[in-house]
């Protein structure tokens, strides 16, 4: 596609319940980046692809929180037993990799009430 | 301490004003820096990025790094309507994966016709 996709684009759940957040890179981008932002604040960065590579998820808060990707296509970010703390933005960008501008999607607007 | 800090603003400047916005990071060996422009609920868009020491212009735009003292700034020339928004500075340790970097918490800048 033309830009990173994210999907859905607001997400309103019950505490407790799972979430899946979705991710389409630009085609061709090796790296893929997970982000969350709260409101007014900067990106907390949680989760890198890089190709085939060990993912890096030293941003992971928390043993809820999993990401998958399948070489370079989709990822989906997991977040089980939702909690309040949880709401945010989260914003998934991707890149050629290395020093490459990252291009961020619009995100996915996660309320937990 | 966080480790990349930005006044939250709001700053304001009238039309045709220079806008400064500055940054001052915690790590030492830190190797790239970058400008996010951010919309009111869409995602960032980098604007400047800079490695070296001194001034980096694009056109209306001036990225300026001081390593001795950790302090990257960004002047905006001519400010416009158009460019308020809230700027996030992002640092990121080493000269790779741009995408994985530290982000700040934003300042919120304002430009008055």
């Known amino acids: 596609g033309a830009g990173v996709s994210q999907s859905p684009s607001n997400k309103v759940t019950e505490k407790g319940k799972d979430v899946e957040l979705r991710c389409d890179p630009i085609?061709?981008?090796?790296?893929l980046y997970w982000y969350r932002q709260r409101l007014g604040q900067g990106l907390e960065f949680l989760i890198y692809f890089q190709g085939n590579s060990a993912p890096d998820k030293s941003g992971l808060p928390s043993d809820r929180f999993s990401a998958e990707r399948t070489g370079e296509s989709v990822s989906t970010l997991t977040i089980q037993r939702t909690q309040q703390e949880d709401s945010a933005v989260y914003l998934c960008?991707?890149?050629?990799?290395?020093?490459?501008?990252?291009?961020f999607g619009q995100g996915t607007r996660l309320t937990v009430v | 301490q966080k480790e990349v800090e930005q006044n939250s603003g709001p700053l304001s400047v009238p039309e045709g004003a220079i806008a400064s916005l500055n940054c001052t990071y915690s790590d030492r060996g830190s190797q790239s820096f970058f400008w996010y422009r951010q919309y009111s609920g869409k995602s960032p868009e980098l604007i400047m990025f800079i490695y070296s020491n001194g001034d980096k212009e694009d056109g209306r735009f001036t990225a300026q790094l001081n390593k001795a003292s950790q302090y990257v700034s960004l002047l905006i020339r001519d400010s416009q309507p158009s460019d308020s928004a809230t700027y996030l500075c992002?640092?990121?340790?080493?000269?790779?994966?741009?995408?994985?970097?530290?982000f700040g918490d934003g300042t919120t800048l304002t430009v008055k016709p």
């Open positions: 992002a640092v990121n340790p080493h000269n790779t994966n741009a995408g994985k970097s530290t």
């Open positions: 085609s061709g981008h090796t790296a």
């Open positions: 960008a991707s890149s050629l990799g290395g020093l490459d501008e990252a291009f």
